[in-house]
């Protein structure tokens, strides 16, 4: 009778996951539909904004702000997506490493940490949409809360998924050592809360330190372990409302200059699959593929110009890996040199423009955008030469004897075929450098110009995929932008505890000066790259750190192509590096087979990084 009672039991549990994993495919497709259509839209009003403006002289004073709203909304959308696909940032290197029976209770702790941020954000987000509603926007006359009210929705559904998420995979036993774990911090925080208020701006060390390092390395999302640090910190040690949050997560998430991350990622993904990018390829592999360590260095340069052109690292390795990798294996290349080789040049070209990282420390420091991707070009000129360097030495035994040189005619088709993605280059490169156009109004132009060039002259635009790109693209800016909102309300935390000014302090006490200072930069942004990606440590640390390099006589631009350069080596250096992790999953080689191959390339990044921070000119090339 028992094992009857037993089955059903288990049998009911089944069937209610099942119908849990139905509701949340549900919610996801109900979410991804109007989000992908927003980011659509976002390109239309933004395009048509360009054309009145610069075309017709009769600007359009509503579309800016309409894409203002469109871009917050489908920010929300994103992470949601984001949450349904385990598309948001997270660290998995350390909770792989415990046994398999712990690795399922971190997991389903950090699930829960998840819905313990949500959930503590729900109400005020709430609180912030009615409180925006006597707010009305300039141009279309509406109450803020149109725009606002996309933190409601998106906190809402992302927690309703996580929820739906937890239920299907936790067990029972990992979902009750999770409550336990919370439980106890709860209580260890409520105990020990006088002698926490004791310590002063030392406590910070116990959320911001211990707590923060605990979540990230638990593979907690680093958007929530961010958020739930902050969190915490404001509701055990202020008064502040838990509203503040939301206000400045918003802050963050709704700058203009932000909205070209979704679209540069758009782009990116455009120049893949219409052929752009392997164009690109063709050109340099028809000059000097024939040659050792040719095709070594035709990856190095088609990276080099892919990265003027998307704005992210994964599409770039999305865009060239596919396309070399094989014919590199045919010729003898060790699978783990092709990683080495794919992740340092990822690396070097972090400070290509458009760099979506460059366009965040404009956006959070002040610096000019277009300064900064005009310095970021021979730093990594720099790096690449390193690279190429590297790769001749490592290339002297392999085997062309089959590699044909290509003719004439087909270098000259290759280059006549080529045309089109070099325009595009050209027209991204001066428009934002000359200030011509904004980093937002250039990748509109550029997407309508990719659309217009393969259906125009390739005739081959896959049409079918359209769909998936722009749900691509929309989960990976609704991560991008989610990391952003909460390292904002982190800096925000930071700041207002003091602690940027005792920083400030510290800093300027660092023997050696300036040279002392860039040192100890070069090494903390490494680190920070290696654990935090890019643009959380860009959001939560260079508000502190600028105006320190600044007092120092640090140029700002020099300051945040070093800074930039130092998180992509971090970025890319295993074990931490969530970089590298990308390029052999896009590879398709297992890690341990790349770790031993990488360290000759990421050393030529490493010099490239020390002759950056020596040598100020190559950052501010102004003749």
Not at 230 to 243: A, E, S
Not at 307 to 325: H, N
Request: net charge neutral.
């Amino acid at each position: 009778m028992s094992t009857i009672v037993e089955t059903n039991s288990e049998d009911g549990l089944s069937s209610f996951r099942d119908f849990c994993a139905k509701l949340e495919q549900w919610i996801a497709l109900v979410v991804e539909i109007p989000g992908a259509i927003f980011l659509g839209l976002e390109v239309v009003v933004l395009f048509a904004g360009v054309a009145f403006r610069y075309a017709l002289h009769s600007p359009l004073v509503w579309s800016d702000e309409l894409a203002t709203i469109l871009f917050l909304w489908l920010s929300m959308f994103g992470a949601v997506v984001a949450q349904h696909k385990g598309g948001h940032m997270h660290l998995t290197v350390v909770v792989g490493l415990a046994p398999k029976r712990w690795q399922s209770r971190i997991n389903t702790l950090a699930s829960m940490c998840v819905i313990l941020f949500l959930g503590l954000l729900i109400h005020p987000a709430l609180e912030h949409s009615i409180g925006q509603m006597m707010i009305t926007t300039p141009a279309l006359q509406l109450p803020d809360t149109v725009r606002s009210g996309a933190m409601f929705v998106g906190l809402t559904l992302m927690m309703i998924v996580a929820v739906l998420q937890l239920i299907q995979k936790a067990k029972v036993s990992d979902f009750l050592f999770g409550v336990a774990v919370i439980a106890v911090c709860g209580i260890l925080l409520n105990v020990f809360l006088p002698q926490l208020e004791n310590m002063e701006n030392f406590n910070l060390i116990i959320f911001f330190g211990v707590g923060l390092a605990a979540l990230v390395f638990g593979g907690a999302p680093i958007a929530v372990a961010f958020g739930l640090a902050t969190v915490v910190y404001l509701k055990f040690m202020t008064y502040m409302p838990m509203v503040i949050v939301i206000s400045r997560m918003d802050e963050g998430m709704s700058g203009f200059v932000l909205l070209s991350i979704p679209l540069f990622v758009l782009l990116g993904l455009l120049i893949e699959v219409t052929g752009l990018a392997a164009a690109l390829v063709n050109v340099l592999a028809s000059l000097v593929a024939h040659f050792k360590g040719g095709l070594s260095y035709v990856l190095v340069g088609a990276m080099y110009l892919v990265s003027g052109i998307s704005g992210s690292k994964a599409a770039d390795m999305a865009a060239i890996a596919p396309v070399l990798l094989p014919e590199m294996q045919k010729r003898g290349k060790e699978p783990g040199e092709l990683i080495g080789l794919l992740s340092s040049s990822a690396a070097m070209g972090e400070t290509i423009p458009p760099s979506i990282v460059l366009i965040t420390v404009g956006s959070v420091t002040g610096v000019s955008i277009a300064a900064l991707f005009t310095g970021g070009l021979i730093p990594a000129a720099l790096g690449a030469i390193g690279l190429l360097i590297v790769a001749y030495f490592r290339s002297r035994d392999e085997d062309v004897s089959d590699a044909k040189r290509a003719s004439r005619k087909q270098i000259l088709f290759a280059i006549l075929n080529a045309l089109p993605a070099f325009l595009l280059l050209a027209v991204i490169r001066v428009a934002v450098v000359a200030g011509i156009a904004t980093a937002t109004e250039v990748a509109t132009v550029g997407i309508v110009y990719t659309l217009l060039v393969s259906i125009l002259l390739y005739r081959k635009f896959p049409v079918k995929r359209m769909w998936k790109m722009l749900c691509n693209s929309l989960a990976l800016s609704g991560a991008i932008m989610i990391i952003l909102g909460t390292a904002t309300a982190m800096a925000w935390a930071l700041t207002q505890s003091g602690f940027s000014h005792q920083l400030a302090a510290a800093m300027e006490q660092m023997p050696g000066g300036a040279f002392g200072f860039m040192a100890l930069s070069i090494v903390v942004f490494a680190i920070l790259g290696s654990v935090l990606e890019g643009i959380p440590a860009v959001v939560v640390f260079a508000p502190l750190l600028f105006p320190i390099a600044l007092e120092l006589g640090i140029g700002g631009v020099h300051y945040a192509i070093m800074m930039v350069l130092s998180m992509s080596l971090g970025l890319f250096v295993p074990p931490l590096g969530i970089g590298f992790y990308q390029a052999c999953a896009i590879g398709g080689i297992e890690p341990d087979k790349a770790m031993k191959a990488i360290w000759p390339y990421m050393f030529a990044i490493l010099v490239s990084v020390i002759i950056v921070a020596c040598v100020p000119w190559v950052t501010e090339p102004y003749f």
